[in-house]
């Protein structure tokens, strides 16, 4: 059984969904501001931010989601 990860950084959330720096900071600063009440799915620690496994659809690219 595969163990998933609880939080992933910026750099494992471009790979895995492809998207840019830029498309990245965009959407970190929209998701910032919904979830400021709840730090524990959205954080940055020393410079990186910690990314919940259960907002990472928000990441994926706009176009090309199926329907």
């Known amino acids: 059984m ?3 990860k ?3 950084t910026s750099v494992e959330v471009m790979e895995l969904y492809q998207i840019s720096e830029r498309t990245l900071r965009y959407r970190l600063k ?3 501001e919904k979830y400021k009440k709840q730090p524990s ?3 940055k620690e020393n410079k ?3 990314i919940h496994y ?3 659809e928000h990441f994926a ?3 090309n989601k199926p329907d």
């Open 2 to 4: 595969k163990k998933y």
């Open 6 to 8: 609880t939080y992933y």
């Open 30 to 32: 929209q998701l910032k």
């Open 41 to 43: 799915l959205l954080s």
């Open 48 to 50: 990186k931010w910690k």
């Open 54 to 56: 259960s907002i990472l």
């Open 61 to 63: 690219p706009k176009r």
